[in-house]
C-alpha cells in the first residue's frame, strides 16, 4: 500500500523557527488505489489492519442482453430489493439509446 503513496516535498517550512537548510515537508495523498490482494495489505499491516479496510465492488449488467420484454420489471425488481435492504442509493441506473454500428450503417446505406 505504502508503494502506492504520492510524495511531494517542499523546501519552505512553516515553522517560524529557521532552520538552516530548512526541513522538508512530506506530504502524502489520502488516497490508495483498490486491491484484490487481501493477503498483501494483512503483510504490510498485520492483523489489526483488517479493521481499518473494508471491501468494495461495482455491479454491472449489460441491459441490452436483457430481453427487451423483460427490462423494466427486472429493473423495477432491483429497485425494490435494494430499497428493502436500505441501500437504494448504492443503485445508479444509467440509460443510453445505442444507435447502429458503422458497419451496419454502411450495410444500410448500400442497399
Not at 510524495?7 to 486491491?35: D, I, M, Q
Not at 503483510?43 to 489489526?48: N, S
Not at 443503485?91 to 458503422?102: F, R
Amino acid at each position: 500500500m505504502l508503494e502506492n503513496a504520492q510524495e511531494s516535498t517542499h523546501f519552505t517550512c512553516p515553522v517560524t523557527r529557521k532552520r538552516n537548510p530548512p526541513a522538508p515537508l512530506r506530504w502524502f495523498s489520502n488516497s490508495y488505489r483498490g486491491t484484490t490482494d487481501d493477503a498483501a495489505i494483512l503483510r504490510v499491516t498485520g492483523e489489526k489492519g483488517a479493521s481499518f479496510f473494508k471491501q468494495s465492488f461495482e455491479l454491472k449488467i449489460k441491459g441490452d442482453m436483457i430481453p427487451e420484454a423483460a427490462a423494466e420489471e427486472i429493473i423495477g425488481e432491483l429497485q425494490a430489493l435494494f430499497a428493502r435492504h436500505n441501500a437504494g442509493a448504492a443503485l445508479n441506473i444509467l440509460e443510453a439509446t445505442e444507435g447502429p454500428t458503422i458497419n451496419e450503417i454502411e450495410f444500410i446505406f448500400s442497399k
